[in-house]
């Protein structure tokens, strides 16, 4: 009695597998081991929305591991594989909610910029904002957060060009902080982690926007400043829309030539409401799989926009909202284990050469002169930020989740907890049970390791019972 229950306590404090560290092969996020093209089955995480960012406060999205493990759990449920953050505190340590998280499957998109004065560019001047001590904050970020296997990639800027007035002025900013992220990350990581730009769906400057940052500087594919990836918010498919009517068929054509991956960063209208989530079984289709790699759904926590999943209250409890069970039940009716084993393609479209003619409409920037890197900056890029923050991959003693947690009727839920995947594995929508499961390795996988584990260790358990007097039954 005593040996089993050893073993099931060691079971949950072994160290959680690690997702695989994606790559991006031209259009394609790629995982190396299974030369598999991934599919973003994301969700916006961001409890308070931008409102509740404030670093006097001691916390972040990703700062307390309570939280993240509830949310995990839920969001395991639903199949997610990848998280949205879009303000975090670099000076706060996320090594636990960055492990949950790897553990649940799911990787990480994150935001470097903040709501902040001083932590984003400003549309209206940024060249105002352009300066060291802003670099700085986001190059922490990245300090932050490179070491762990689930960070898929950073965002340099977020809808910071929305009409064509800031598409005179911006563009060449936005495309300098990315040259200096990409730079601070090859010196700085032992990995290359993806670096690109989230957009307004606004289609008077969209294709500028993605050309602008796709484009290759002189022909030059290696060209630092050049986006990893490109991605849009868009809220055009409302209710029971089509492909044609929502325009995502002119988005597909648009984007049909990208040299680089196009993903939904965010997508999910909230009219009419109750939401409705029909444009899943159409993103994950052969409709787009071939140009677009998935999307992130806007967003997890009810907040004052009215796009919540989930009540997340201040006692910690969370009351689910009825579209949170119907985005499952859309998700259900993909089958993500075949779209997720899909090859990688071996070729992609060349990246189009920067020039002026690139640029369609009258008044955007179709200047590629580039702003230098501002003064002190380069001495960061060099030697790195200071303090540096650093993260790691850490043990989770307990993935159960402590907090009360309801249906959208009010029946609570019982037993929630993270369910630990094997390597390499992802979360996926399971349209057998209520909760995800993993993909890419062989579910048995976790638990095998948990119990030879735990085998190891009986030798040295025995040896204290014995000595403290005890018979092993």
């Known amino acids: 009695m005593l040996v089993r229950s050893a073993l099931a306590a060691l079971g949950g404090a072994t160290l959680a597998a690690a997702v695989t560290p994606l790559e991006v092969r031209g259009n394609q996020f790629v995982n190396p081991n299974t030369g598999n093209a991934f599919q973003i089955v994301g969700m916006a995480y961001q409890i308070g929305g931008s409102s509740g960012y404030d670093p006097a406060s001691g916390k972040d999205p990703l700062s307390n591991g309570d939280v993240c493990k509830r949310d995990a759990a839920l969001m395991q449920q639903l199949g997610v594989n990848a998280i949205r953050v879009y303000n975090l505190d670099p000076n706060l340590n996320h090594d636990e909610c960055a492990s949950i ?9 994150l935001d470097v910029n903040s709501p902040l004065v001083g932590e984003s560019l400003n549309s209206r001047a940024p060249w105002e904002s352009y300066y060291a001590a802003y670099l700085n904050r986001t190059f922490a970020i990245v300090e932050a957060f490179k070491s762990y296997p689930n960070t898929l990639a950073f965002f340099s800027g977020n809808e910071v060009i929305d009409n064509v007035r800031t598409g005179a002025t911006v563009p060449p900013y936005v495309r300098a902080v990315t040259r200096d992220l990409k730079n601070y990350i090859k010196n700085h990581s032992d990995r290359p982690i993806p670096v ?27 060209d630092m400043s050049r986006a ?22 002119q988005l597909v054509a648009l984007f049909e030539s990208s040299s680089v991956p196009i993903f939904y960063s965010e997508f999910g209208c909230n009219t009419p409401s109750p939401r409705v ?18 999307g992130v759904v806007y967003e997890y926590s009810q907040e004052l926009n009215n796009y919540g999943l989930a009540q997340c209250n201040a006692d910690l409890t969370v009351d689910l909202l009825v579209d949170f069970r119907t985005l499952q039940s859309q998700y259900q009716k993909v089958d993500f284990n075949q779209i997720q084993s899909i090859k990688a393609s071996s070729t992609s479209p060349t990246p189009p050469v920067c020039r002026s003619s690139l640029i369609k409409e009258d008044g955007f920037n179709n200047n590629f002169t580039l702003p230098v890197v501002p003064p002190g900056a380069q001495e960061i890029i060099d030697n790195g ?23 959208a009727d009010g029946t ?8 630990p995947l094997a390597n390499d594995a992802v ?9 995800g499961s993993g993909s890419n390795s062989p579910a048995s996988a976790a638990p095998q390791n948990q119990i030879s584990a735990a085998i190891m260790v009986i030798p040295s358990i025995i040896a204290v019972v014995a000595s403290a007097g005890f018979t092993l039954l």
């Not at 998280?101 to 998109?109: K, T, V």
């Not at 609570?412 to 369910?419: C, D, E, H, R």
């Open 385 to 407: 930020v200071t303090p540096r923050p650093s993260g790691r991959i850490i043990e989770i003693s307990d993935w159960s989740v402590r907090h009360d947690v309801k249906e």
């Open 412 to 419: 609570l839920i019982q037993n929630l907890a993270v369910t």
């Open 427 to 435: 979360n996926t929508p399971d349209a057998s049970t209520n909760a």
């Open 101 to 109: 998280f790897n553990a649940a499957g799911m990787y990480m998109l």
């Open 196 to 222: 690109g730009y989230s957009a307004a769906d606004v289609r008077v400057v969209l294709e500028d926007s993605w050309n602008y940052f796709q484009c290759a500087i002189d022909g030059d594919e290696n």
């Open 228 to 249: 990893d990836l490109f991605a849009l918010n868009s809220y055009s498919w409302c209710g029971e829309s089509t492909f044609e009517q929502s325009g995502y068929d």
């Open 277 to 294: 989530f029909t444009e899943i079984p159409t993103i994950y289709s052969d409709q787009m799989t071939g140009v677009f790699a998935g």
